[in-house]
């Protein structure tokens, strides 16, 4: 019994892979050269092989052939170049327009009459300052490490506290409070 026999019921036929004598396999260039140029949008993007795979339907071997490929490493050379040169325009406008901007939330900061200060709600006010404080590198650490200490004090240690507290003025009339009180009795 041979192969063919084996694997495949009766006669198949002409093999249809095979094209007539002439006839050539054409691509259709423009459609090729649109999804490069998606693939090559996306990866400027910053978006993953599998991402971009998903994203336009195709497999991630497809789109890491054509991001290894010749035409795309160029086209991103080329759109590369191009977002760079607007970065450092855009970063040239802001600075330029950044006394005029420190001006303005100065205004609201300080409620100034007579100004967009003026109209400024309280809550403004706090959040523009919030934020002038948080791009000076003064933010308020949030999320961060929390540190959980435990200590057991004596009744003599609570008393010595309280002392320090009444000394340093951060308590007023420590000798209201009962040590009980103090040490969860």
Do not use: C
């Not at 795309?72 to 050379?77: A, E, I, N, P």
């Amino acid at each position: 019994m041979s192969l063919r026999e084996k694997y495949f019921d009766g006669d198949r036929g002409p093999d249809l892979r095979l094209k007539p004598h002439g006839v050539r396999k054409t691509f259709e260039v423009s459609r090729m050269w649109e999804r490069h140029h998606e693939i090559a949008r996306l990866i400027i993007l910053g978006y993953k092989n599998e991402e971009i795979a998903e994203r336009l339907g195709i497999s991630p071997v497809t789109v890491s052939y054509t991001r290894n490929s010749r035409v795309v490493q160029d086209k991103l050379s080329v759109m590369t170049g191009a977002r760079d040169a607007d970065t450092v325009d855009l970063s040239r406008e802001i600075k330029l327009k950044a006394p005029k901007a420190l001006a303005i939330l100065e205004k609201i900061i300080d409620g100034e009459a007579g100004t967009i200060g003026e109209l400024a709600s309280p809550a403004l006010r706090a959040k523009t300052a919030e934020n002038w404080i948080d791009r000076a590198g003064y933010a308020v650490q949030r999320g961060g490490v929390q540190l959980h200490a435990h200590a057991h004090f004596d009744a003599q240690d609570i008393i010595e506290i309280k002392k320090r507290a009444l000394d340093s003025g951060i308590v007023i009339d420590a000798e209201e409070i009962e040590i009980e009180t103090a040490i969860g009795g």
